[in-house]
């Protein structure tokens, strides 16, 4: 699925420390900016791409070590790429930013595995919370049948069906639209090179964010199909295989975790009802 000459975009990356809310590429004449594919991070079987570990970033740490790991997500846009060259030059991105672009990203992936799996009710607030997320940016256009902040909103004239088959239609006109936008400034180039006397096509991706969503958006065109964590303190995604799907959890240290809460809350659950019933035989 991968086109071949992909792997040869170059990104850059230097160590960078948090001051504020704002991160900022650390200033060291013995550390230039250090080259690399983000697409060495893509499509080896069993391994989270690079969006995938972009949408577990948690902590303000979590968030600067994945930038000092795969560099700044190029929200300047384009310029960031010349900017690279110079190493006097101070690149910074604020962690308001980058958390929106982590929130959005999510959202578009349990908005797909909701997509997937036919839930409606999940669709319904994954495009709610996509519209929240990207307010005063762009807009996500939601029917007003299934729009509950619409003031034509009537939710109990509407059946099941007609209800999944707006929210689908809704639903995946939201991702080609955030994709799509990612990926507007994505672009081939041909080239001829002399020394094979062939032509070859150079993929030109803008930013880290462009590679990304490039990564996203070939994952979609495969089929692959990816699922959230169900350990609720758990937020990484897996690649969910056709023999294994019954898995919830992306490993196997979320699903015993989750089995001792379970089994905490019950027996919880089970000392309490024992106390009611022993005070109610006081009584
Ligand atoms: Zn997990």
Not at 132 to 148: A, E, H, T, W
Not at 248 to 271: E, F, G, T, V
Request: aromatic share 10%; with cysteine.
């Amino acid at each position: 699925m991968m086109p071949e000459t992909i792997s040869d975009t170059q990104w850059a990356k230097r160590p960078v420390r948090i001051e504020e809310d704002i991160i900022r590429s650390v200033f060291d004449p013995w550390l230039s900016w250090q080259s690399y594919s983000p697409f060495d991070f893509y499509g080896r079987d069993r391994e989270e791409s690079l969006y995938m570990r972009f949408t577990a970033l948690e902590s303000n740490d979590d968030i600067r070590n994945f930038i000092i790991n795969f560099g700044f997500l190029g929200l300047q846009g384009s310029s960031l790429r010349k900017i690279m060259i110079e190493d006097e030059v101070v690149v910074e991105e604020s962690l308001d930013e980058i958390r929106f672009e982590i929130s959005r990203m999510r959202i578009l992936l349990d908005l797909q595995q909701a997509l997937t799996e036919k839930d409606l009710l999940k669709a319904k607030q994954a495009l709610l919370s996509l519209r929240s997320v990207c307010k005063g940016r762009r807009l996500i256009l939601i029917s007003g049948v299934i729009d509950p902040d619409n003031p034509h909103w009537h939710d109990k004239n509407i059946d099941p069906e007609n209800e999944w088959e707006i929210v689908r239609l809704d639903g995946y006109h939201a991702i080609v639209q955030e994709l799509s936008h990612e990926l507007q400034d994505v672009h081939q180039m041909l080239m001829y090179d002399f020394s094979t006397e062939r032509y070859i096509g150079q993929w030109s991706l803008p930013t880290l964010l462009a590679a990304m969503y490039m990564m996203l958006s070939l994952d979609l065109q495969g089929g692959k199909i990816l699922r959230k964590c169900q350990n609720p303190t758990c937020s990484k995604y897996f690649e969910v295989y056709a023999h294994d799907t019954r898995k919830i959890y992306h490993d196997p240290s979320c699903a015993s975790l989750q089995a001792q809460r379970n089994y905490r809350q019950k027996a919880k659950k089970k000392k309490e009802e024992a106390s009611q019933t022993s005070s109610e035989d006081e009584d």
